[in-house]
């Protein structure tokens, strides 16, 4: 198979295909991809033509190209992702280099109205109404991608852009490590090491499958056990001590969203 250039832009198939809402599939692709760059699209569609497949379009190429090397094989809900680079550039990388072209519009279908067609006797054949249903479905597609694809070129120029929010549901997406500062926010009081780290300040959306594949990247992940009623903390077990901590270290400050960094701790004995 010929090589692909670098490219901003990895293609993932051999998805697994049981996550079935969208907004979930792009949530956990930015939960484990985030770490190498900022991350300015992720396109996942669940149509069929699409399935199983995403793109993750980076800022920066040396981010892609670390996300390609790391993450080549990585078991997604238990399927190995195949990585590769995208063969031609995305929308929004073209239209930062100054090298967008404007894709020629395709001409919308004439339709002939039941009785003027003298081939069909006036009645639309079963083909042709298939057709015309087909391409329109495709033109809404089309459209509903570029209005994403302009937003998106939108937040990714904002100052303060750590990651597109669109992804993530409002606010969701910054995505970067950040440590607490003197006047951040208040300390977790430290307990002795711990194979259970405890997780707190979550916000709202948080779900178990988020938390699995933020954590999954780590060697040594066993679980994660949310708590009824409570949204707003969580316990992640490891297989020992040093990996719970290596996780810890890596993750604390992580913004799921602009308004809660998490806060981890060694749960207590």
Do not use: W
């Amino acid at each position: 198979m010929m090589d692909i250039r670098p490219n901003n832009t990895i293609y993932i198939n051999n998805l697994n295909e049981k996550v079935k809402k969208e907004v979930d599939l792009k949530k956990s692709l930015y939960a484990i991809f985030s770490q190498f760059g900022q991350i300015l699209d992720i396109v996942a569609m669940k149509t069929l033509k699409m399935r199983g497949q995403a793109f993750v379009i980076f800022k920066e190429i040396t981010s892609s190209t670390n996300a390609l090397r790391s993450m080549q094989g990585f078991p997604f809900y238990d399927k190995p992702m195949r990585i590769q680079y995208c063969k031609t550039d995305s929308d929004i990388i073209a239209k930062m280099k100054g090298t967008f072209q404007e894709r020629p519009k395709r001409r919308r279908p004439v339709v002939i109205p039941a009785g003027d067609d003298p081939a069909t006797n006036g009645t639309p054949t079963t083909g042709d109404t298939k057709k015309a249903k087909r391409k329109a479905a495709k033109e809404q597609a089309r459209q509903q991608l570029q209005l994403q694809g302009a937003a998106n070129v939108a937040a990714a120029a904002a100052p303060a852009a750590g990651g597109p929010a669109s992804l993530m549901g409002a606010g969701f997406g910054q995505g970067v490590p950040v440590q607490p500062g003197p006047g951040g926010m208040s300390a977790v009081p430290e307990q002795p090491p711990n194979q259970i780290l405890f997780l707190t300040n979550l916000p709202d959306e948080t779900n178990e499958m988020m938390l699995s594949m933020l954590f999954n990247q780590f060697p040594g992940f066993k679980e994660v056990r949310l708590v009824p009623n409570r949204h707003d903390i969580a316990f992640v077990e490891f297989e020992n001590e040093m990996q719970s901590a290596a996780a810890k270290d890596a993750l604390q400050g992580f913004k799921i969203t602009p308004s809660h960094a998490m806060k981890i701790s060694f749960a207590k004995k």
